[in-house]
């Protein structure tokens, strides 16, 4: 049972990078509903109605084009996103279909398309399996399997499992992924934005304010990605790629009225990238 579970572990992601991700997806989504159950419990959810709206429509536009865009990616029954009363800029997303997103990220993330660009990134990141296949990485192949044979009993209790390990919210969040995950995640989720009907050239204008907003050192969301120039640069690479696929698209309008009429006051001072 545990060679099975080895060798299927053995797999690609949607871009086609070869990856060992060994522990079973069900097994992710346990760990994943626990992590964002914990972050519930710490964090206040925001009661700023007019961001919830925004930030779940743009996830719904994102979240519609998965099958789409990479068909046969392994996906959750269902999704649910949860805007957070914490002034950081900040967003993640962990395998059992749970999106997180900071409400100080919308003063930073300055329209959809750019809120689009953080949650697309996110989305990416369990697509692409990222969490198991640095998981695995973490505890090592030995340590992988006896855990899978643990669980193989089918009398082992999840949150004791997790307790015991130190894992918690280290699992989705404080799991630093690999400069390979970033760079994956960011192309994967600039197509899932352009797919959604987002421009994805509003994605570098969106890591310049993260830079700006770090005021010269990274944010705690950036600690582990790569530097802002080297992921504008890749991303203006990708964008003769992306930018067909946003032409073909139908445009993605999550305004409410109240947006609405802001642009409308502000449309003569707009910000130019």
Same mark, same amino acid.
């Given at each position: 049972m545990l060679l099975i579970f080895a060798l299927s572990g053995c797999d690609q992601t949607p871009t086609g990078r070869e990856q *060992? !991700?060994?522990? @079973?997806?069900? =097994? $992710?989504?346990?760990f994943g509903r626990e992590t964002f159950l914990q972050i519930q419990q710490q964090i206040p959810v925001s009661s700023d109605d007019q961001a919830r709206q925004q930030v779940q429509c743009v996830a719904n536009q994102l979240l519609s084009r998965i099958e789409a865009r990479f068909p046969g990616s392994p996906l959750p029954q269902t999704w649910e996103v949860v805007v957070f009363a914490n002034d950081t800029p900040n967003a993640f997303a962990v395998a059992g279909g749970k999106i997180g997103v900071h409400q100080g990220l919308l003063a930073v993330a300055e329209s959809d398309d750019q809120l689009a660009a953080v949650i697309g990134h996110e989305i990416a990141h369990v697509l692409a399996r990222h969490g198991n296949e640095r998981l695995t990485q973490e505890l090592g192949i030995k340590a992988t399997l006896m *855990?899978?044979?643990?669980f193989s009993e089918g009398d082992t209790d999840m949150e004791s499992v997790i307790q015991a390990l130190g894992l918690g919210a280290h699992l989705g969040i404080a799991l630093p992924f690999s400069r390979a995950h970033e760079?994956?995640?960011? /192309? =994967?989720? *600039?197509?899932? =934005?352009a797919s959604a009907g987002f421009d994805p050239r509003?994605?570098? !204008? %969106?890591?310049?304010? $993260? #830079? #700006?907003?770090?005021?010269?050192? @990274? %944010?705690?969301? /950036?600690?582990?990605? @790569?530097?802002?120039?080297?992921?504008?640069? #890749? %991303?203006?690479?990708?964008?003769?790629? #992306? %930018? @067909?696929?946003?032409?073909? !698209?139908?445009?993605?309008d999550c305004e409410t009225p109240d947006q609405a009429s802001r642009e409308r006051v502000s449309s003569s001072g707009k910000r130019g990238w």
């Open positions: *060992l !991700a060994l522990i @079973p997806d069900s =097994m $992710m989504a346990d *855990l899978i044979g643990l760079e994956e995640a960011d /192309l =994967m989720g *600039l197509e899932l =934005m509003e994605s570098i !204008a %969106l890591w310049r304010n $993260m #830079a #700006a907003a770090g005021g010269g050192q @990274p %944010l705690e969301f /950036l600690s582990t990605h @790569p530097n802002h120039d080297s992921r504008i640069e #890749a %991303l203006q690479e990708r964008m003769e790629v #992306a %930018l @067909p696929i946003y032409q073909q !698209a139908n445009r993605a």
